[in-house]
Every structure is written in structure tokens, then in C-alpha cells.
């Protein structure tokens, strides 16, 4: 499988590299060398990262499969012939009950209806999958289903960031626990769905970024553990693809879960903030949600590049290349100026987008 490989658009930048140092090897012999060992770099690079596993009689769970990414990944993966235990917040949603009809042609697509903050839940998806499993085992989890929640530290009553925390964090971590045996059993992968957020904390969405900082120190740590096992563990960070997740359901969800928030604010919280200030941060966000992604198939190509690669990476960020020099910008720079060039940016956003 690997030689077919060679062919592939990774190996592009060998071929380049070899025709360049044929070029200039009469001139300048030195550069000539550099080139050629860059290209044979460049090869056993591709052909390192093209070694595959064999998806057939492998197994592999995913939760939030209702909708966005965990059903489309759940449809990819199936069709790769991997045996897929999708888990459903609600068995009879739309989505699960596609995912139910293709299970009923080829009996290799399960619909478990899981809360994953919910052990009594969890322990029965563990028993219907290790009744249900191929003959190679589980080979992957994908800790993908999530919560979202919008509002300033301060608005948010510790009951919300308890419920995003049960989702994002805790659920990741209860359903991680109860599967890991079967994992280790068969040396397989964890993928984490963290977010850009998990490396970059932004204002309004304070909550949900504390649970993927949270999620991707859980992931480190379990990488670490798990090199003894052989067990890879790889994050998904998405950038902005609100669009096509569902955590919001678009600009009216968005409107909706921010103005609740404000209206039961106390009066005297209410008039320190200023209602200026947030149709100010309601309004960004409604930018933000319009310049979302609409187009999820890199994030899906990474979710099962991290299942089907013999050498999958630690991380995916997945973002556009904006998103990520602004996030490494303020990963790497000063804090002073990040924090006044993140102002400067939202300004010119709203005086763009009035």
C-alpha cells in the first residue's frame, strides 16, 4: 500500500527538489547535495506518514453522533469498513435514525443512545460493544460530543459552567475511563475533540474554552500514560466552524442563549456592563458565526487521519490559515500586545460589518 503512496501530493516536494538539484548541479554542486538529501527527506516523510492500518474487523465508538462532525464521521468510517458503535444523545433524533438505516444493510453501523454524563449510560454502551464487537476489537474512541454555552465569566452561575463541564470534560474523561481497557487490548487510538479554544482562551465564550484547556491537558497526560500501551491518543482542534456543528443552531440560537443570559442579570450588573457592551460582543459574535467554516471535511480528514494512520499526529489543528497565525500569535507574543491587538481586531470587525 505504501508504494502507491509515492504517487500522492506529498510527494510533490521530493520531485521538486530532485529536478532543482539536476538544474543547478554543474553550478552549484554544494546546493545540489542539500537538495537531494531534502528530497529523500521529503520522501521517507510522505511514506512514513502514508503507512495505513487495515480498517476491516476494527472497531471503532464515537459519541455525539446526533449531528456535525460525529455523524459525518460515523457515515466516513463506515464506508472505510470500520465498525462503527455511534453514540446518540437521543436514538430517535434525525440523525441517528439515518445512521440506523445504513446499520440495518451492512450490520456494521450500531446506534447507542448514551448521555455521556450519565455512568449508568456509559457502562451500557460499554457491555452492548463488547457484545457486539469484530474480531480485531475496539480499536478507537473518539471523544467528540460537546456543549456550548456564551455569556462573561461573571453572568454565568456556577450551574452553567458545571453543565458544560459534564459534557466537554468530565464526559470525555467517564467515557475515556470505561473504554480504555478494550483500547489498550487492542493498542488503539483516543481522539480528543478539543478546539482552538483550548489553546486560546476568548472572552464571552469563557466557560466552554476552561473545559478544552482542561481537555487538552487531560489528553497530554493521557499520552504520556499510554506509551507503555502502545495506545496513541491524537486532538482535533476545529477553528471556527460554528456553522456546521449545531452546538448554536445559528444567529437565533446564538441570540437567544446570550439574551438570556443578560436577562437575568442582576440591575446593578446589568448598568456596570452596559447593554452598549453587549450588543457589542453579541454583534462579534454574529460576525464570527457569518465567516464560520461551512465546509467540515478537513476537520473529518483529521478525525480519521488520527484512526487510520499507522503514525498519526499529537495534534490536528484544523483552522484557516488566519486563525492559525492569530493563534499562534498569541500563543508566542508578548501578552500585553496580544491583548491590544485582539481589541484592534474586533473594533475593525464591527466598523467593517456594521
Known amino acids: 500500500m505504501g508504494y502507491l503512496k509515492v504517487l500522492k501530493w506529498q510527494f510533490l516536494p521530493a520531485v521538486i527538489c530532485f529536478n532543482l538539484a539536476y538544474l543547478i548541479s554543474y553550478v ?16 521517507f516523510y510522505g511514506y512514513y506518514n502514508s503507512i495505513s492500518i487495515k480498517p476491516k474487523g476494527r472497531a471503532v465508538l464515537i459519541t455525539g453522533c446526533d449531528s456535525g462532525f460525529g455523524h459525518q464521521l460515523a457515515e466516513k468510517l463506515h464506508s472505510m469498513d470500520f465498525t462503527v458503535f455511534a453514540c446518540c444523545l437521543d436514538e430517535k433524533s434525525y440523525g441517528a435514525l439515518g445512521l440506523q438505516s445504513i446499520g440495518n444493510e451492512t450490520g456494521r453501523l450500531h446506534v447507542i443512545e448514551m448521555d455521556v454524563t ?11 460493544v463488547e457484545r457486539h464487537l469484530p474480531k480485531l476489537g475496539l480499536w ?38 470505561a473504554f480504555l481497557p478494550l483500547i489498550r487490548k487492542s493498542q488503539g487510538r483516543i481522539v480528543n475533540v478539543s478546539s482552538v479554544l483550548g489553546r486560546v482562551a476568548d472572552p464571552f465564550l469563557g466557560a466552554y474554552s476552561i473545559t478544552k484547556f482542561a481537555l487538552e491537558a487531560f489528553s497530554d497526560i493521557l499520552r504520556f500514560e499510554m506509551i507503555p500501551f502502545k495506545v496513541k491518543v491524537s486532538m482535533i482542534e476545529p477553528g471556527n466552524f460554528l456553522a456546521v456543528t449545531n ?76 486563525d492559525k497565525f492569530m493563534t499562534y500569535s498569541i500563543q508566542f507574543l508578548p501578552t500585553r500586545l496580544t491583548d491590544r491587538l485582539r481589541l484592534s481586531f474586533q473594533s475593525q470587525l464591527i466598523n467593517l460589518y456594521r
Open 28 to 43: 552549484f554542486p554544494l546546493w545540489c547535495f542539500a537538495l537531494v538529501l531534502t528530497g529523500f527527506a521529503q520522501m
Open 140 to 177: 478507537g474512541v473518539v471523544n467528540n460530543a460537546g456543549r456550548y454555552i456564551v455569556g462573561f465569566l461573571e453572568w454565568l452561575p456556577i450551574e452553567d459552567y458545571k453543565a458544560v463541564a459534564s459534557v466537554n470534560l468530565f464526559g470525555t474523561i467517564r467515557v475515556t475511563k
Open 118 to 128: 450519565n455512568q449508568e449510560d456509559v457502562d451500557r454502551a460499554r457491555a452492548y
Open 247 to 322: 452546538v448554536i443552531s445559528g444567529k437565533e440560537g446564538l441570540n437567544a442563549m446570550a439574551n438570556e443570559k443578560w436577562d437575568r442579570l442582576d440591575e446593578s450588573v446589568k448598568k456596570d456592563y452596559g447593554k452598549a457592551n453587549f450588543d457589542r460582543q453579541l454583534r462579534i459574535g454574529e460576525i464570527l458565526m457569518k465567516f464560520s467554516e461551512r465546509d467540515s471535511g478537513s476537520v473529518i480528514t483529521a478525525m480519521t487521519d488520527a484512526l487510520y494512520r499507522e503514525h498519526p499526529k499529537n495534534r490536528y489543528l484544523e483552522a484557516t490559515l488566519l
